[in-house]
């Protein structure tokens, strides 16, 4: 067994680009009723309660049960405390085997507060006693759970009214904090990262649809890090010091771990928030940003959308409606607030179906479409299969480089758990295991194992070889250079590198000669080492890799087999795809079979083809990956010129395809490539 398995890098992977399936149902499929609530709650399950039937006009209280490997829907028998009907309720996950529903609307149009938990495993309704005053009653508002309390964010109220509100139950007391003025908004979605309370979409005050983010910082505040205490004064009181102060000019917001690293310009300014009925300030402060105009922007006003968060990002599923419209899956970064578009509709969303409510999983990595398709085909029963939700749209999210909830975080940590190395940008033991890595034995590291590759690196001459087999005519051996050797430690890599432990167990000529030689760019087998000891691929001089190196990487992952590190490198390399990568990332991800990748990576090219065919990493090519890059362009392409673009007004409608510097400024961002040269790019944000 050689120390790489194959030469051969190209994948076995089908020629067509990832396509979701439509997963047809059978059992008691349920009619497509409005403000339903439908959850995924793990096991292939996935629950609809509630809702209201447009055609009779009757509201339910109907419990439903889909099981996505039968394909089956059934009717729960339910026991105990079971609510009445109602509609547009929340019902969020909690504890893993529970449904927390809150509020909602019944029969007689009346707003409900009360709360009710549904068992998972007993199908058994109970409601917990609780205490301090319930905020008002409302439907269409938004739920979600964090830290042990259940927060809750507009709505709309009786008299058809749009509350402005925002406060949480604490479900360790069981006991409701005060009421604290927000933004008005309904149907809207709301999550937490990072520390904020986060809301988008739905309908504001003026029952219009807007392209505006809101946050809240929930750190920091006693308001939202202590549990209420019920039957005094105190919790109607906020203490002066927590007061919303005015922000100076030169504060900038902080909305991710990495702060603005591409907008490094951006101001912050308090919001005017709306005099609603709640006078109260949060106790943390607020932000907003208006998205005015944007290629990568989704219109709220066309198409039906469905906002969830994952990795880090909102992202909004625009599906098809009645009239026609641009489809999309498109992403919001929440560290940067910069648009991307993950695929077009029409590689998501067949015109034929209609979807009708969005759920995901806790981790992040699959969604979920509900709906129906758009003809009604006629039954034995007469029955218009139309009217039920009957199909299922399933999405792996993953396919389009997206790293789920969990694996985000652990990336973007910047907060080390290690008390030896408290400076260190890694976490875990990742930082310990770093001040090891590439030390020679006689430093005292413990290095047991030498790994050379390919030599990339022109600062340094290394006389030593390797040998291979030479040609058919002569069989002599060739011998080629190695790169300096890379000093690591057998344990590591046995545990982290399933290859090597496969070579190692075999008792292969590495087992007895302490060496190994991947050939591989050296600087890539560095950073791909690199990682199994610190778990990371973050760029950070020295040791974290360049977008080179995880193009590199990229390869090695699909060579030894290495979903994870897949993942994460298909990403990364998304996110920051650049005009000097591009070309680089085109090819490396044709030869790792990331479809995805590569079709991102060939539109950017072709759009910027320009300046990417000045780069370095365009001349870099093989001369067949040129001529299979040329041929990305569309049969009937032709390139247009500078002056040719401005006449046809096409210079300020360019995608953003990745990671570019702009500088922003406050009210409107004005956009300028990498060069610093002023295309009269806009991004569009309005920020306050």
Excluded at 266 to 289: D, E, F, K, M
Excluded at 313 to 341: M, N, Y
Excluded at 439 to 463: H, K, L, N, V
Excluded at 554 to 572: A, F, K
Aim: aromatic share 10%; glycine share 8%; hydrophobic share 35%.
């Amino acid at each position: 067994m050689s120390g790489s398995p194959s030469r051969n890098r190209k994948s076995p992977a089908s020629a067509e680009s990832y396509k979701p399936k439509i997963i047809s149902t059978i059992g008691a499929k349920p009619a497509c009723l409005m403000n339903a609530s439908v959850t995924y709650v793990g096991n292939d399950q996935i629950y609809a309660f509630g809702g209201f039937d447009q055609y009779t006009d009757e509201v339910y209280n109907h419990v439903l049960r889909l099981n996505l490997a039968s394909r089956q829907w059934n009717l729960v028998d339910n026991y105990g405390d079971i609510p009445g009907v109602r509609m547009g309720h929340t019902a969020s996950l909690w504890q893993g085997d529970k449904l927390l529903v809150f509020g909602g609307e019944n029969e007689h149009r009346a707003h409900l507060s009360d709360v009710i938990i549904f068992d998972l495993k007993t199908a058994h309704w109970t409601q917990p006693e609780l205490h301090g005053t319930p905020p008002r009653g409302r439907a269409r508002h938004a739920a979600v759970i964090h830290d042990d309390k259940l927060y809750i964010s507009g709505g709309q109220t009786s008299h058809d009214n749009i509350l402005d509100d925002i406060c949480y139950l604490d479900l360790k007391t069981w006991t409701w904090s005060r009421a604290w003025r927000f933004v008005p908004r309904y149907d809207h979605a709301c999550w937490v990262w990072d520390g904020r309370i986060w809301i988008f979409g739905g309908f504001n005050d003026e029952m219009e649809k807007n392209n505006e983010i809101w946050w809240l910082d929930l750190r920091g505040s006693p308001g939202f890090e202590h549990a209420m205490l019920y039957g005094t004064g105190d919790r109607q009181l906020i203490s002066s010091r927590y007061q919303r102060q005015p922000a100076s000019l030169n504060n900038q917001v902080a909305t991710g771990n990495t702060g603005y690293a591409a907008n490094s310009g951006i101001q912050s300014y308090p919001s005017q928030l709306t005099q609603g009925r709640y006078p109260y300030a949060p106790p943390g402060s607020v932000s907003s940003v208006k998205f005015v105009s944007s290629p990568n922007l989704p219109s709220q006003a066309l198409g039906m959308h469905f906002h969830v968060f994952s990795s880090g990002c909102l992202l909004d599923f625009v599906t098809p409606f009645e009239i026609s419209c641009e489809t999309s899956l498109s992403g919001l970064e929440l560290d940067t607030l910069r648009w991307q578009k993950f695929a077009d509709g029409k590689d998501l969303f067949s015109p034929n179906y209609r979807w009708h409510y969005c759920t995901i999983n806790p981790e992040g990595t699959h969604a979920w479409l509900l709906g129906c398709p758009v003809a009604a085909n006629n039954d034995a029963t007469g029955a218009a299969n139309g009217e039920y939700l009957s199909d299922v749209l399933a999405i792996d999210l993953r396919k389009f480089g997206l790293l789920g909830n969990e694996l985000a975080f652990n990336q973007g940590s910047k907060i080390p758990s290690s008390d030896a190395n408290v400076s260190s940008y890694l976490s875990g033991i990742g930082a310990d295991l770093s001040t090891t890595f590439d030390q020679a034995p006689e430093t005292g590291s413990g290095a047991d194992f030498i790994i050379t590759a390919d030599p990339d690196d022109e600062d340094y001459t290394e006389t030593s070889s390797v040998t291979e087999a030479g040609d058919a005519s002569t069989g002599a051996a060739t011998p080629r250079p190695v790169s300096r050797p890379i000093h690591v430690h057998k344990l590591i890599l046995h545990a982290r590198w399933p290859h090597f432990a496969r070579l190692w167990a075999a008792k292969m000529a590495e087992y007895h000669s302490g060496k190994m030689h991947i050939p591989e760019p050296y600087s890539a087998v560095r950073a791909f080492l690199f990682y199994l000891y610190t778990d990371s691929i973050t760029e950070h001089p020295p040791n974290g890799p360049t977008l080179n190196d995880v193009a590199g990487m990229l390869v090695m992952s699909n060579i030894y087999d290495m979903p994870r590190l897949r993942l994460l490198c298909v990403n990364r390399l998304a996110r920051e795809l650049d005009v000097e990568h591009a070309a680089t990332i085109w090819e490396r991800a044709g030869t790792a079979g990331e479809d995805w990748l590569k079709r991102r990576a060939a539109s950017f090219c072709m759009y910027y083809f320009g300046r990417v065919c000045r780069t370095q990493g365009f001349m870099n090519l093989h001369p067949r990956s040129l001529v299979e890059l040329c041929q990305e362009a569309d049969q009937d392409a032709r390139i247009l010129g500078g002056e040719e673009l401005e006449i046809l007004g096409q210079l300020g409608q360019r995608p953003s395809f990745g990671r570019e510097r702009k500088q922003i400024s406050t009210g409107m961002v004005t956009a300028a490539d990498d060069e610093g040269e002023d295309d009269g790019d806009e991004d569009g944000m309005d920020v306050n």
